[in-house]
């Protein structure tokens, strides 16, 4: 059977669209994995003109020191993330295996067989296998998934960037008590060694001027 050969995806920069204001132009950024290991460079992007909506980032995986091969490659936009802070993209999750079976990229080759064929290399997981299932019977539907979720992608430090900061604040705070705490006694123990005493000697010291006081036992 022939492939389907209907695709609308545009390379951005052989179009006359330009980067939403607001948004940053991806193009050059840096790629690399949760580790901050280098993967590779976004060299393109892949957008839908009927929604003006940004499928795809083309990643150039050469000279990664990866033991990958020198290719291009199509990584769906959702399943990445800018990174918090700088100018990079994180892309979590794929192993060494999924980029070696990514197909290398070629725009004369496009096509809904090979969307759905990256697709199933990246794969989803266990709880989302039948959304998978569903979504593919409608071509109309296929950048419903995940996958394609925008939202995910432009938040900085991806999805789970919030529960992040919330526990590196807790963990801040914890640092602080302790840090209280500590100096608190480094101080308490200071004023006794200036008094000349140990702090045993200071507690059966204070214990007995509780004698003096009525009521004591």
């Not at 389907?4 to 948004?23: C, P, R, Y």
């Not at 994995?33 to 150039?60: C, H, K, M, W």
């Not at 800018?82 to 100018?87: A, M, T």
């Amino acid at each position: 059977m022939e492939k389907d050969k209907h695709t609308t995806l545009t390379e951005l920069s052989d179009s006359d669209f330009q980067i939403a204001e607001g948004q940053p132009n991806l193009i050059g950024w840096e790629v690399k994995n949760e580790t901050g290991t280098y993967i590779g460079e976004v060299e393109e992007l892949l957008f839908d003109p009927q929604t003006s909506a940004v499928r795809y980032l083309i990643v150039d995986l050469t000279d990664n020191g990866m033991n990958m091969d020198d290719k291009s490659v199509m990584i769906p936009l959702g399943i990445a993330h800018l990174h918090i802070s700088d100018d990079e993209v994180v892309l979590p999750g794929l192993h060494l295996d999924q980029y070696q079976a990514l197909p290398d990229y070629d725009q004369a080759e496009l096509s809904p067989e090979l969307e759905r064929e990256i697709r199933a290399i990246i794969g989803s997981p266990a709880a989302l296998r039948l959304e998978d299932t569903v979504t593919e019977l409608d071509q109309r539907n296929f950048y419903e998934h995940h996958h394609f979720d925008r939202g995910r992608f432009y938040q900085r430090g991806g999805p789970n960037a919030a529960a992040l900061s919330g526990e590196t604040e807790r963990t801040e705070e914890r640092i602080l008590i302790h840090d209280l705490v500590q100096r608190s006694r480094n101080e308490y123990h200071t004023e006794n060694e200036t008094q000349g005493l140990n702090p045993s000697q200071q507690r059966v010291e204070n214990t007995d001027d509780l004698e003096d006081f009525p009521g004591h036992s």
